[in-house]
């Protein structure tokens, strides 16, 4: 009756009995993660670094931020880690027919802070404003394509583009405008939250940019002055079912963070923070930050 039962029911999500343990080596500090193996791709796991020197300035090479989406503010990265599972509908649900209702990409990665703003191990608060400054800031930005200017700057050109060439001159469309704007301007996360897995605290926060629909659910620690560690867990969604596997889905990207660790050490004679060169991001990217500790 159980195996019956579950034909009814929503299943998926990350295997946690078939996973691959990644060790990344960063010098004064070592990652230990978790990663699910992807049910399209079972017999290759990806291919992931091994050491890693966060001294150099050169290893995240500022182009990198040009194949990744909004939800992580073009933030400079190297991916330590990449995994994917899907939630699916029941077997036996005759409108669906067992189809996936979402495919959960999880990237565990490397970012470097913008502006060389300097962060602080362990100070989660500190990390949330820079997060918060960081969103406010991004989501402004303005430029001439996608991969330069930020998500609510580029509403706003593509209703000043269209609008300015109608017979009236666009103040004449103001109210108009405003109500496309309430309607199609991204929200800014707004949840960040502290959450502690074994002896690793993590911010956790959510990119929910319309409709009250989450396409990334992060989660961030400051590795040390210049990096962060993150786990983004990006959603593309197939059916707009949410109610039928986010809950459960949440409480499964809790458990695979709870599998990454970060372990310190203190290398004998050498200060961990000590010796870092100063990576300036270039200004057509990013109009400068305030950093304020929390």
């Known amino acids: ?10 299943h998926g999500g990350p295997d946690f009995g078939d996973c691959y343990q990644i060790l990344v080596d960063c010098g004064t500090a070592d990652i230990s993660l978790t990663v699910p193996r992807s049910p399209r791709f079972p017999k290759k796991p990806w291919t992931h670094p091994t050491r890693l020197d966060l001294t150099n300035p050169d290893l995240i090479p500022y182009e990198t ?6 939800e992580r503010t073009l933030h400079p990265y190297i991916d330590i880690g990449v995994g994917e599972w899907f939630y699916l509908a029941p077997r036996l649900d005759i409108t669906t027919q067992g189809e996936p209702y979402v495919c959960a990409t999880g990237c ?32 402004e930005q303005e430029g001439d394509g996608k ?9 706003k050109k593509q209703l000043y583009d269209f609008y300015s060439g109608r017979h009236h001159p666009i103040e004449f469309y103001a109210s108009e405008i405003k109500e496309i704007l309430a ?4 929200k800014l996360p707004d949840d960040y939250t502290e959450v502690t897995f074994g002896n690793t605290s993590w911010v956790r926060y959510s990119y929910v940019p319309h409709r009250g629909l989450p396409t990334a659910i992060n989660y961030s620690l400051p590795l040390d002055a210049n990096h962060l560690l993150t786990i983004s867990i990006s959603l593309v969604r197939f059916l707009e079912r949410d109610e039928k596997w ?49």
């Open 1 to 10: 009756m159980r195996a019956l039962k579950n034909l009814f029911l929503p």
């Open 147 to 155: 991969d330069t200017c930020g998500p609510a700057w580029r509403v």
């Open 65 to 70: 931020y040009r194949d990744f989406k909004d």
């Open 183 to 186: 309607e199609k301007l991204p």
């Open 108 to 139: 565990w990665r490397i970012e470097r802070t913008k502006q060389n703003i300097q962060m602080e191990p362990g100070n989660l608060q500190r990390l949330t404003q820079y997060l918060k400054d960081d969103y406010a800031i991004f989501f």
């Open 246 to 294: 986010l809950a459960q889905a949440r409480a499964d990207f809790d458990r695979l963070v709870a599998g990454t660790q970060v372990h310190y050490r203190q290398l004998a004679g050498v200060d961990p923070q000590a010796s870092r060169e100063e990576t300036v991001l270039p200004t057509a990217l990013l109009r400068p930050l305030t950093s304020r500790a929390g």
